[in-house]
C-alpha cells in the first residue's frame, strides 16, 4: 500500500537534505517532484497542482526555526496538508435508527457483496451489533449465494427471497424481519453493473426512497484510480451518499482513489478493505494513512492490534513467571500464536516506523513459525516446563521428532534463552541501557 509513492516522496525531500534554509528556489524544485510522485500515484491533476501551491505558500510564509532543518519542516507541511486533502479526521458510520439502514452502492465487480459480509462482522464484532445482511441483488446469479456463503463464515443471518426478483420489497420484507428478530443493523446489498447505466441508478435511487437509509455508502475499487474517483462522482450526484468504502487496498494500488476521493466529490472515506479474510476492514484514518505514505508507520494500529490479542489477566500471570525466571516454552508458544493472529507478518513489519522499509524487499513467510512450533511441539511437557533439562539426546530425539536438525534445535534454545534474560531484564528495569545498545537497533 502506497510504497511507490512513498519512495518517491521520500527522494523528493531529499533535495531539501543539508540546506541551511527554505528557499523559493530549493522548495520549488522539491514540490516539482512532490506533484510528479502525486500525478504518478494517478491523482487528479488539479488536485495535485493545489496540493502543492498550498505547501508552497506555506513553506515559504513560515519562518525557518534555527533548530528544525528544511527537511524535516516541508515534511511536516506536508503531512499535515495529505491529512487535510483525505478529510482531516475519521468520520463513523451512522447507526441511530432501529434498525439502522446501510444501503450499499457500487459497481459491479467493486467487491460490494464482500464488504457487505465485512462490514456486518466489523458491527459485529467491533461494535456489538446485531446485524441482518439483505440480498438484494437480484440480477447476478451467484451474488445471493455468495452473501449467503459470507453470512455462514461470521455467523450472521442473511435475508433472502429467492425467487422474489422485486428488490424493493425484498428490502421492505427484510426491515419488517429484523424488527420483529431484533435485529439492530441492516445492510442491503444492492445489484451492480459493469458499468454506470441509466436502469442501475433509477433502481438504487428508488432503493433509497423506499427504506431512507441512515446511511449510504459507495464501494470502490482503489485499484482503478482515477476511474474511481470518476464513479464516485457519477454515483454522488444521483444518490448524496454519505461515505466511501475502498476496497483491495492490499492489492497494487497506486493510492490515486484514497487520495482524490474526498477533494472531488466532498465526501469521507469510512472503511478500507485491507485483504482477503472477513476481519480485514479498518476503519480510514487520515492521519494513520498520511504517516504510512511518509513511512513513518502505523503504530497506532499495532497496538490496537495487540489488544485484541490481550488479556490483562494472562499478562499479569506472564509478568510474575517472567520475574521469577519462570518463563518457559509454552509461554513462547502462546506468545507466538497471539502474534499469528495479530495478522500478516510482513503488514505488522510495515507498521513499526523505519522497518517496514527495511524489509520492504524481504519474503517474510507467514510460515516461519512452523518450525519453532515443530520443536516445541517435539518435546515432553516436562522439557517445556523446565528448558533447563534439555541434554544433549534429548535435543537429538526433539530434532528427529520436528523434522528439523540439532542447530535449527540448538539455536532455538540460545535465541530462548536471549529472549527470557531480556525480559526478565525489562521486568525488573534493569540494565536497560546496556541491554538496548546490544540491540540492533539501539547501534549507531
Do not use: W
Request: hydrophobic share 40%; aromatic share 4%; proline share 3%.
Amino acid at each position: 500500500m502506497f510504497e511507490n509513492l512513498q519512495d518517491k516522496l521520500e527522494r523528493a525531500f531529499k533535495v531539501l537534505k543539508g540546506e541551511g534554509k527554505i528557499t523559493e528556489i530549493n522548495v520549488a524544485e522539491t514540490l516539482k517532484e512532490i506533484r510528479r510522485a502525486l500525478l504518478d500515484a494517478d491523482v487528479n491533476y488539479k488536485i495535485a497542482k493545489t496540493f502543492t501551491e498550498q505547501v508552497k505558500e506555506k513553506a515559504l510564509g513560515l519562518n525557518v526555526i534555527k533548530a528544525v532543518k528544511p527537511g524535516e519542516m516541508l515534511v511536516k507541511i506536508v503531512y499535515d496538508e495529505l491529512i487535510a486533502l483525505m478529510g482531516g479526521k475519521n468520520e463513523e458510520i451512522n447507526l441511530k435508527g432501529n434498525p439502522a439502514i446501510v444501503l450499499m452502492s457500487g459497481l459491479q465487480g467493486s467487491g460490494k457483496t464482500t464488504m457487505s459480509g465485512k462490514l456486518a462482522n466489523f458491527l459485529k464484532q467491533k461494535k456489538g451489533k446485531s446485524p441482518l445482511l439483505v440480498a438484494c441483488d437480484v440480477y447476478r446469479p451467484a451474488a445471493r449465494e455468495q452473501l449467503k456463503v459470507l453470512g455462514s463464515q461470521i455467523n450472521v443471518q442473511v435475508y433472502s427471497e429467492d425467487e422474489n426478483k422485486n428488490p424493493m420489497q425484498i428490502a421492505q420484507n427484510a426491515v419488517k424481519h429484523a424488527k420483529l428478530h431484533g435485529f439492530d443493523t441492516v445492510i442491503v446489498d444492492t445489484a451492480g453493473r459493469l458499468a454506470i447505466d441509466e436502469e442501475m441508478m433509477k433502481e438504487i435511487a428508488n432503493l433509497k426512497s423506499t427504506l431512507n437509509p441512515h446511511e449510504i455508502l459507495f464501494v470502490v475499487d482503489a485499484m482503478t484510480g482515477q476511474d474511481a474517483v470518476n464513479t464516485a462522482r457519477e454515483f454522488n450526484e444521483r444518490l448524496n451518499f454519505d461515505g466511501v468504502v475502498l476496497s483491495k487496498m492490499d492489492g497494487d494500488t497506486r493510492g490515486g482513489a484514497a487520495l482524490s476521493i474526498k477533494a472531488e466529490v466532498n465526501k469521507p472515506i469510512k472503511f478500507i478493505g485491507t485483504g482477503e479474510k472477513m476481519d480485514a476492514l479498518d476503519i480510514f484514518y487520515p492521519d494513520r494513512i498520511t504517516e504510512r505514505i511518509l513511512g513513518m508507520g502505523d503504530v497506532k494500529k499495532l497496538v490496537e492490534l495487540a489488544q485484541e490479542q490481550y488479556d490483562v489477566e494472562e499478562a499479569r500471570k506472564l509478568q510474575k513467571k517472567i520475574a521469577k525466571n519462570q518463563f518457559n516454552f509454552n509461554d513462547f508458544l502462546t506468545q507466538i500464536n497471539q502474534i499469528k493472529k495479530m495478522g500478516n507478518l510482513k503488514d505488522l513489519a510495515s507498521m513499526i516506523p523505519g522497518l517496514g522499509k527495511v524489509m520492504k524487499n524481504i519474503d517474510i513467510d507467514d510460515k516461519a513459525f512452523k518450525s519453532i512450533e515443530a520443536i516445541i511441539q517435539s518435546m515432553t511437557p516436562a522439557e517445556r516446563d523446565n528448558p533447563e533439562i534439555l541434554s544433549g539426546s534429548r535435543r537429538k530425539r526433539v530434532a528427529n521428532g520436528s523434522g528439523t536438525n540439532i542447530q535449527q534445535v540448538n539455536q532455538l534454545i540460545k535465541q530462548f534463552d536471549e529472549t527470557r534474560k531480556m525480559m526478565r531484564m525489562i521486568s525488573n528495569g534493569k540494565n536497560m541501557g546496556r541491554m538496548m545498545g546490544n540491540m540492533p537497533f539501539g547501534k549507531q
